[in-house]
Nanobody, 124 residues
Framework: QVQLVESGGGLVQAGGSLRLSCAAS????????MGWFRQAPGKEREFVAA????????EYADSVKGRFTISRDNARNTGYLQMNSLKPEDTAVYYC?????????????????WGQGTQVTVSS
């Protein structure tokens, strides 16, 4: 069993930066792929970024490419999402997720573990 806890959300002006963290419990986290997803009010949960268990493979949604960077520190059982050049349309609740496979996948339905989410609000 893996438990995930996100932190680092908040209110930021457009053009600003935030770094989200996802702290995982459980010794098996280092063998799991990890993803970040977001959900804005009235919208479906959407893929943001994902990283393989080793960190050598990543995927990004087109809307965040070049602005967001996903990474992980398996020694610390923690994943990160560095978000730069934030836009108002990035406003959402951000969730980290882990799946019992090391391979990157962009659909949320194959992720087995989810955090509670952290709010990111970008003002114009």
């Amino acid at each position: 069993q893996v438990q995930l806890v996100e932190s680092g959300g908040g209110l930021v002006q457009a053009g600003g930066s935030l770094r989200l963290s996802c702290a995982a419990s459980g010794r098996t986290f280092s063998s799991y792929a990890m993803g970040w997803f977001r959900q804005a009010p009235g919208k479906e949960r959407e893929f943001v970024a994902a990283i393989s268990w080793s960190g050598d493979s990543t995927e990004y949604a087109d809307s965040v490419k070049g602005r967001f960077t996903i990474s992980r520190d398996n020694a610390r059982n923690t994943g990160y999402l560095q978000m730069n050049s934030l836009k108002p349309e990035d406003t959402a609740v951000y969730y980290c997720a882990a799946r019992r496979s090391g391979i990157v996948v962009v659909t949320p339905y194959v992720y087995h573990y989810w955090g509670q989410g952290t709010q990111v609000t970008v003002s114009s």
